[in-house]
Structures are given as C-alpha cells and as structure tokens.
C-alpha cells in the first residue's frame, strides 16, 4: 500500500507526496492563476498559514 503525505507548508502550497516522491503542490491562498497548482502567488500577496501534516 502506498503511503501518501499531505504537508501544508507554513505561508505555502499543500504538498502532496507519494512513497517519498513530491507528485503535486496545490494551492491553499486562493491566489495561483494556475490553480488547482500553486504558482508562488502565496508570496506575492503575503499570505500567511500554519503548517501541518496528514498521513493518509
């Protein structure tokens, strides 16, 4: 069974990973132009969030 990790990162993207590989990094500010992608937008609008993580 593959283990997959969710890792919001602090003032940044979610980062999805599967067996140890990072498979997608996903908005979480609401400001990416390439959404459901991150694009960096969170650094450019100051966005801020706590980190945190999920083990599915």
Do not use: Q, W
Request: overall charge positive; glycine content about 8%.
């Amino acid at each position: 069974m593959a283990k997959i990790t969710i890792d919001a990162t602090e003032n940044g993207p979610y980062v999805i990973t599967v067996d140890r590989k990072t498979v997608a990094a996903l908005c979480r500010c609401g400001a990416s132009s390439n959404k459901p992608n991150c694009d960096g937008s969170h650094s450019k609008i100051g966005f801020k969030a706590k980190a945190f993580k999920l083990e599915v």
